[in-house]
Structure formats: structure tokens, C-alpha cells
């Protein structure tokens, strides 16, 4: 045990995480989630490694005016910046690389990382959603511009008075469309699934809402603000749109461990952040709930506070 507990010391002041590494926790995504569990776990003098593959979705907002703290908004990659110069800044170990494997291993588990092996007495899953993005030319860089936007409710505020068109499929983009109301009286629902799945067609009319059903011809992306739609011979410009087609968890990992997930794909978890495996924890996007940063690094404060005692417990410290 005090082997052990030298080793987890070493690790947690400096020494680099080579081939074979036991730790006392693998955070596996270094988005909000992830690096603000990694804080929570160094400042707790936690071994921590934290495996990313790379691209957070946080990585895409071209600047937040809803995070807290932050009057003048933030970008996505200065808010990221900052998460890791203080989590490294206690000794958390940030690097790249893609968790292929998460197996138990005695009371906790191995991962297999591009190759290599790392045992962690707990592993926090902070991995995030993939974006289902509408197939207009030039989408990510229409992203990077604020000209496609993926989430009302961090940046609805900023289409206030806009013309705002919403791409989306069955009663979901309903939602999205009618969620906009609150910003904007322009607000046109270009739906592109199969009619059927529009069920609440009533409501866009009662919000005043436009409905188009045509197949879009054609999509201009240009200037600054303006987006031109072609169908049917019009040709129409939006200030903005909003995709509303939805996203996919990241919940491979937890899936091939018997981890219990809900309906829409993404992990369930307590109100400690455990999964139903045990050790296994979930924070962020890919647990159930609201997708947002202050939602993510909340998520991942409970878990790392939870992980650390657990931890406490297990090596017999009771008080
Ligand atoms: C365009 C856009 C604008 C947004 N604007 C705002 C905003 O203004 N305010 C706000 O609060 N929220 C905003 N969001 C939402 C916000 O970005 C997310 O809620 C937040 O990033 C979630 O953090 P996370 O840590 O859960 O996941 P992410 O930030 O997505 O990070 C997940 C990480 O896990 C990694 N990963 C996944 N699987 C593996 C694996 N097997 N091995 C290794 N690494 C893995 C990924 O590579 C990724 O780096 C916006 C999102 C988008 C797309």
C-alpha cells in the first residue's frame, strides 16, 4: 500500500506517464467536463491522467456570451485554454490520444490508449456528443462564423429581431423553431425529413411560425450574416440558421461495459455522477440532460468530490 501510495505521489508531482501507468483516475475527454474534474482531482492530490482524442465540442463556439463570468463573452478555445493551464497547473497530466478499451480490472479498470495500457482505480467518462451537422457547403466554416449555430439556448439571445431559418426534422425542430419565438418573430422551420414525423403543425401556426417542406436547391452561404435558401424557384435570405438535427452520445465505452443508458442514447447516472457500473462515473454531454458548459463542469465537480472520497473510503479512511 505504501508502494502504492508513493507511486500515486510521484505521479501527481511530476513524473512523466509512461507505457504502463497505474493511476488513481482516467478522465477520458478534455472538453469543460473533463478538464474541470481534472482540477477538482489534482487540487484533491489525485493521480490524474486525461486522454483526449481531440476536437471538443466546446472547441467550436465561436465566442459564449452565456458562460459565467465572462460579461464580454469567451471563445470556446480560450475557455478550454484556461481549463487546462489550471488543472496542469496542479499537476494533472493532459494528453492526446483515443481510449479504444475500457475493461475492469480487480475493483477498477484498464484502458487501452493508441496502444499503451493505463490502470485506474476509477475512470470518468466526460466524452461528450457528436454533432449531427445539416449537409449545407461550407457548414464548419459557417459554424466557426456564428452563420449555422447548433444551440438556442446558449446564443438564442444574440438572434434577437433576427431572420432566423431552423433546419430541422420531426417534432424536434418544432421545438427548436418554437423556442426562437421568445427572440424573434421571423422565424421559418425548413423542415427536411419525410412529412409524416411533423405531427404539430398546429402549433407553428398558432406561434406564427413559417413552415417549408420543398427540398432545399440549393445553399448560398455569403458575406457576413447572409444565408440564401433556393427552393421552388424563391430564393430567400436568413440572418442566421439554426441546425436542430440532433446529436449522438459518445457512450461507447460505458455501452461495452453493461453501463445503463437512456432513451436517447446517453448514459444515466446518479445524483453523484456514477454510472451503473461501479467506479464508473459520466459528466457532461453524454450523461442526460442540459448541454451546456456550466452544466458540464458542474456535473464534473460532483463527480471528482464523489471519486476522491470514494477513493478515501476504499484506502480505509473512514472519518
Ligand atoms: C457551435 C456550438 C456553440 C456552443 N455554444 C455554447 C455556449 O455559448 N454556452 C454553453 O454553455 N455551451 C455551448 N455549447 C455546448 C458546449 O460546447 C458543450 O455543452 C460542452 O462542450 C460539453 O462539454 P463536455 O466536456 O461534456 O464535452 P466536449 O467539450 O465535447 O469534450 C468531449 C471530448 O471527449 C473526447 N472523447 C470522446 N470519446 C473519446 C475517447 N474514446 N477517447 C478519448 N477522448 C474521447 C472528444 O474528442 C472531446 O475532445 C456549444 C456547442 C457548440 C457545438
Not at 48 to 54: H, I, K, Q, R
Not at 138 to 158: F, K, M, N, S, T
Not at 229 to 240: P, Q
Request: charged letters at 25%.
Amino acid at each position: 500500500m505504501l508502494g502504492r501510495a508513493r507511486r500515486l505521489l510521484a505521479d501527481n508531482l511530476g513524473q512523466r506517464v509512461t507505457a504502463r501507468t497505474d493511476i488513481d483516475v482516467l478522465v477520458v475527454g478534455a472538453g469543460p467536463g473533463g478538464l474541470t474534474a481534472a482540477n477538482y482531482l489534482a487540487r484533491f492530490r489525485r493521480s490524474v491522467l486525461v486522454a483526449d482524442g481531440g476536437c471538443p465540442r466546446a472547441s467550436w463556439i465561436p465566442l459564449s456570451h452565456n458562460t459565467p463570468g465572462f460579461p464580454a463573452g469567451i471563445s470556446g478555445d480560450a475557455i478550454l485554454a484556461r481549463m487546462r493551464e489550471q488543472a496542469e497547473e496542479y499537476g494533472a497530466r493532459i494528453e492526446p490520444g483515443w481510449v479504444q478499451g475500457l475493461v475492469r480490472d480487480g475493483a477498477g479498470f484498464t484502458a487501452s490508449i493508441d496502444g499503451r495500457e493505463v490502470r485506474a482505480r476509477a475512470v470518468l467518462l466526460a466524452t461528450g456528443v457528436v454533432d449531427h451537422h445539416p449537409d449545407l457547403p461550407g457548414v464548419e466554416r459557417a459554424i466557426e462564423r456564428a452563420l449555422v449555430r447548433i444551440c438556442p439556448i446558449c446564443d438564442g439571445y444574440e438572434a434577437t429581431d433576427k431572420a432566423v431559418a431552423v433546419l430541422g426534422h420531426s417534432d424536434k425542430g418544432v421545438s427548436e423553431a418554437a423556442f426562437l419565438r421568445t427572440y424573434s418573430n421571423r422565424v421559418t422551420l425548413i423542415h427536411v425529413g419525410p412529412p409524416g414525423d411533423l405531427t404539430e403543425r398546429d402549433a407553428l401556426v398558432r406561434l406564427g411560425i413559417e413552415l417549408v417542406e420543398t427540398p432545399i436547391e440549393a445553399v448560398r452561404l455569403e458575406g457576413d450574416r447572409v444565408t440564401a435558401f433556393c427552393w421552388g424557384g424563391a430564393d430567400r435570405s436568413f440572418d442566421l440558421v439554426y441546425s436542430a438535427l440532433g446529436t449522438s452520445p459518445n457512450a461507447g465505452l460505458a455501452q461495452a461495459l453493461g453501463a445503463r443508458l437512456a432513451d436517447d442514447g446517453r448514459l444515466e447516472v446518479d445524483l453523484h455522477q456514477k454510472t451503473s457500473v461501479p467506479g464508473l462515473y459520466a459528466a457532461g454531454d453524454v450523461v442526460r440532460g442540459l448541454n451546456q458548459i456550466a452544466v458540464a463542469t458542474a456535473e464534473a465537480a460532483v463527480a471528482a468530490t464523489d471519486i476522491h472520497n470514494t477513493l478515501r473510503q476504499q484506502d480505509g479512511q473512514t472519518v
